[in-house]
Nanobody, 116 residues
Framework: QVQLVESGGGLVQPGGSLRLSCAAS????????MSWYRQVPGKERELVAF????????NYADSVRGRFTVSRDNAKNTVYLQMNNLKPEDTAVHSC?????????WGQGTQVTVSS
């Protein structure tokens, strides 16, 4: 079955960087676009970044454009989110997602906390 496992979150000071990873299994990873979302308790889930199946096309939320970079390694079935110049408002649970056979799948998420 589809499994998505995120890692790389943690506590970082404002201006710092983190690199999130999402290891995928249960489907042909190289055939599917992937997305990163984040959610703060009490708020709607926010789409952060999108990457096409080949990695040639990416898109970002306005709030992270220029600071975050999404990439993927189809040989390793892994998608990444490089987060630079982190701000306190980036604090959230970050999850990767795939739409597979008309259904959305999510990982368990990894907590990112930006605080001094």
């Amino acid at each position: 079955q589809v499994q998505l496992v995120e890692s790389g979150g943690g506590l970082v000071q404002p201006g710092g960087s983190l690199r999130l990873s999402c290891a995928a299994s249960g489907f042909t990873f190289s055939n599917y676009p992937m997305s990163w979302y984040r959610q703060v308790p009490g708020k709607e889930r926010e789409l952060v970044a999108f990457i096409s199946s080949s990695g040639a096309r990416t898109n970002y939320a306005d709030s992270v454009r220029g600071r975050f970079t999404v990439s993927r390694d189809n040989a390793k079935n892994t998608v990444y989110l490089q987060m630079n110049n982190l701000k306190p408002e980036d604090t959230a649970v970050h999850s990767c997602s795939v739409k597979y056979l008309f259904r959305d799948y999510w990982g368990q998420g990894t907590q990112v906390t930006v605080s001094s």
